[in-house]
């Protein structure tokens, strides 16, 4: 059958972890509440996350607040670096200090990662079968957001850099047959209050 039905993909970063990222704080985990709660009304037919405790914790804080929703861990929407661009790709004036960044991260985060997320495009984006809209929702990290903002932009590969995902914000992505993915909104924080707005977020680009 023929993709011929909208795709609306929402996309959440996890909320506050701790330190160890083992773990929510209180933030964290009044975020997801407060996410869950926003999304209750939501047509979902599924909540996917990455298997990574910040993410999976927040999922099922979300999904607690939904009405016979399927949750599914999904290896795709996990925690890794989704492209490493070539020094020719980035703007020369920061260029060294791109790529200082990616060198920080283990290996197997820079090495495993682009596979997982052309995985990634496969699964979550682009129209759907059949003729009823589907909305998805993919409880993730910044960085694979950063990805897939990036994609349905047409952006160079490398532009998943310097696209920055508050903890717990949202951020919707409409695919429609024969036509070009729409970023509806992106990093909306309106269902969080302003103490807990903003975490994770690069301090100084906070609004």
Not at 73 to 89: F, L, W
Not at 178 to 185: C, E, G, H, I, Y
Request: proline content about 9%.
């Amino acid at each position: 059958m023929p993709a011929t039905a909208a795709r609306y993909l929402y996309l959440a970063r996890h909320g506050e972890a701790s330190a160890d990222e083992s773990e929510l704080t209180d933030a964290g985990r009044r975020q997801a509440t407060l996410l869950g709660e926003r999304l209750a009304g939501t047509p979902l037919s599924a909540v996917h996350h990455g298997p990574l405790p910040r993410a999976a914790q927040t999922a099922r804080l979300i999904h607690d607040r939904l009405d016979d929703v399927p949750l599914e861990e999904s290896k795709p929407a996990g925690d890794y670096i989704p492209y490493v661009p070539r020094r020719e790709e980035l703007p020369a004036v920061s260029a060294d200090a791109m790529l200082a960044r990616l060198a920080l991260f283990p290996a197997e985060e820079r090495e495993g990662g682009p596979a997982l997320a052309q995985a990634a495009l496969a699964r979550f984006t682009g129209p759907v079968e059949g003729d009823v809209p589907r909305h998805e929702l993919v409880v993730t990290h910044n960085f694979l957001i950063g990805w897939l903002v990036r994609d349905a932009l047409d952006a160079p590969n490398w532009r998943w850099m310097g696209l920055n995902h508050a903890n717990a914000a949202l951020t919707v992505i409409r695919y429609a047959p024969d036509r070009p993915a729409s970023v509806l909104f992106y990093n909306d924080m309106a269902h969080l209050p302003e103490d807990l707005r903003w975490t994770g977020f690069p301090p100084d680009l906070r609004a």
